[in-house]
């Protein structure tokens, strides 16, 4: 190994002073010692950008070179690493990103909207300089499964990637099984604790959720990156009946991204969906993320651990700093960009699978008679069926739960237009896809 | 990225021709363009080594230049890499992993008693050449654990290692909860299925589990492998009605390997604990392993997956190979070997936790009394307890278990000692500490 105080120091440029930029540097000062030895060179802080000089953030960086505007800080001459912390797929994120690439510094970013939508003409440009795009803090937080797929699990065709990535949406989820409350009501407390911005629409809506499966379809199937192709639904009309109701059958509703690869070609969905209650992700509670990776060769594994925070957002960028220090430049896709194929998109339509189905019938006689028989009518078999008594607030309205046999997607849709345009139905009616059973 | 088509190409020896060993072999031919995609050279097969040649594996090595002698081969100087997947801490396997090195080869080995007992000395020997010395394969399979803790993890003081390191153990508790039938019975199933050996000796008395377990634990807390400082207990003794007992409390018996470091020191212990049913390590089933990191930026971080097995440990050989064939030379432990400090042990009977305690109690009146007044006197205070009616063939006898306060070990081991000539106690009590709940 070097001795690191022969070796040249990695000088590092930090853009972005939020709570993980100020926690990135404080592990560069608290743990110098052990960084030096376990990447054979000293880490240094070489420069710093943010919007304000003056605020208060818990770190001293009165002796490091101070930039007003980061893209500056990206073309300096003294620096070999730049991390982006600004966040955001267009603007300063994106320029300072590309400066400092071409410029042949390596970069790494906690940034997953803007390796979502530009990630493959960036890593094009790493691989040109010959640099890292790393970017492991942009995908779990903490859990290193960015990693595992570049380097971990890299001999396996990997057939599926099925992930808890948001943890705004699982702890709102969670908090609704667990109080029985509805979801604006537990979306206002998350946002009163921190757990939600206060425009929770990326969180909940599932465009959070998608950029972080979209890079996971990119690394697992060695195609370009594709955000545009995932279908995206958020947890807005999930209703704390819905998810006791689902519990009753053996269920947990999740935010799940799933990216499959099927012979039509690459499904690529986020959306809440029902999984049984025996199978890793369904156990995976609070703000924590979890991924499970199916591969050929190896099997299922599953990363579970905190998706967010100052802690384990800084964790995953050291990790990226330390494997540049030590001289490994991974690939950014496995493969070289030129080798990615374009991400074939398989039809939503023909997705098989089970389905769940809420919706609220009208109080009367026959009401029920008439619904199953437009459902029977569309050619959806029903394995399992809950209805309960009228809830309080809406006594001519009963809420129903079906459960379904396999059934293709195109078939439940034109089955779900029947319904909303049925007289005995009130409202639109929820449809959930059923995720992770053993087929 | 380079040209694999112009880099030199890597050039492999495989020592030991098992299951393993073929399904390395195999993933060379199969995926052999993606591989030299993803290193940016090719992966080549230039030597092999087995006892037996003519003996029909599956695959096609006809080609390829045989050694009667693996330590022949470790000296071959046209080869880059050793793959040693011979087994065992000395003898043939130690020889060709010193002799490779020696000649400044780069190894990968899935031995983890080679690694458990000899890895400081290995690691050494790798530094000094400036070689690697990989052995994800070595502990739980396809679960990129090593690389998780080398690099994924490295910006993180780790407080705990906590982890279900021998799938065979695994598989005989799941089989023995799911179906209520006992040791003995259940294990002669698994060996006739093939997920124990004809001597299960080293996987249910826990020895194998202590191999990974001192391992994570050097990796972890950054000091000297110390095997001969595991506690080691199998899961022999627990019966099936422990394990009823056990999910009344709502906990499941797991065999864990524990490395915690204390003020003391190091605990590294390897026994059958409770676990509380809600944590993820509860939910492992079958053959699966999983290993749960403390860090004090990331959080807890689990990872799960096969912990063996032709193609999850080929998985892991492969990722291996990938990282040489990169040229990412990884310290064998994070840090130089000679910054690691002896691992200091910590003193078991200042452990506190909470304690199962299962026994056989004399059917006579009175006889509860004396028993928990017996407990009461050497300070054990208990949460709570279940007491059973006699069970068939041991009419005399009545099944009783105890979950304490929390309690040191010390204090513990001196109660058991006092139970164990109580004239109410039938045979000797089975203590299990209770591990994985919040403090």
């Not at 009163?192 to 465009?207: C, K, Q, R, T």
Request: glycine share 12%.
């Amino acid at each position: 190994m070097n001795d690191p105080l022969k070796a040249e120091p990695l000088k590092i440029g930090v853009a972005g002073l939020g709570t993980v930029g100020a926690g990135v540097i404080k592990i560069l000062k608290e743990r110098a010692g052990f960084l030096a030895d376990a990447s054979g060179r000293t880490l240094v802080l070489g420069g710093v950008s943010a919007r304000d000089r003056a605020k208060d953030r818990g770190i001293d960086i009165r002796d490091v070179r101070w930039f007003d505007d980061a893209r500056e800080m990206a073309k300096a001459d003294d620096l070999d690493v730049i991390v982006e912390l600004i966040g955001g797929s267009e603007g300063v994120a994106r320029e300072v990103v590309e400066l400092a690439l071409a410029h042949g510094k390596h970069v790494v970013t906690a940034n997953k909207a803007l390796i979502a939508h530009h990630g493959l003409a960036l890593g094009r440009l790493a691989e040109e300089k010959g640099v890292s795009l790393n970017y492991e803090a942009a995908v779990a937080g903490g859990i290193p499964i960015i990693k595992a797929l570049r380097e971990g699990l890299a001999a396996n065709e990997i057939t599926s990637v099925v992930g808890i990535l948001n943890g705004t949406c699982n702890y709102i989820l969670t908090e609704m099984e667990k109080t029985g409350r509805d979801f604006t009501e537990v979306l206002a407390d998350a946002q009163a604790l921190g757990y939600a911005e206060a425009d929770p629409s990326f969180d909940v809506g599932g465009i959070d959720a998608a950029h972080k499966l979209a890079i996971l379809a990119s690394l697992a199937f060695g195609v370009q990156i594709d955000f545009g192709g995932v279908h995206i639904e958020g947890i807005e009309r999930v209703t704390a009946t819905d998810i006791s109701f689902a519990r009753e059958f053996g269920y947990r509703i999740k935010l799940l991204g799933v990216a499959r690869k099927t012979e039509a070609g690459i499904e690529q969905r986020v959306h809440p969906a029902l999984v049984p209650d025996t199978v890793p992700l369904a156990n995976v509670m609070g703000v924590f993320n979890a991924v499970a990776v199916e591969g050929d060769r190896v099997g299922q594994v599953v990363l579970e651990g905190r998706g967010a925070g100052e802690g384990p957002t800084a964790s995953a960028v050291l990790s990226d700093l330390i494997d540049i220090a030590r001289g490994f430049i991974v690939p950014p896709f496995i493969v070289p960009t030129a080798r990615l194929a374009p991400s074939r998109e398989s039809p939503a339509d023909t997705h098989l699978g089970r389905y769940f189905l809420s919706l609220a019938a009208a109080d009367r006689a026959g009401s029920m008679a008439a619904i199953t028989r437009a459902l029977a009518d569309e050619g959806v078999s029903i394995e399992r069926m809950i209805q309960r008594g009228a809830e309080k607030g809406a006594t001519d309205r009963l809420p129903v739960v079906f459960i379904t046999h396999e059934t293709q997607e195109g078939t439940m849709q034109r089955a779900l237009a029947q319904l909303m345009q049925h007289q005995d139905v009130a409202g639109t009616p929820l449809m959930l896809r059923v995720e992770g059973e053993t087929r």
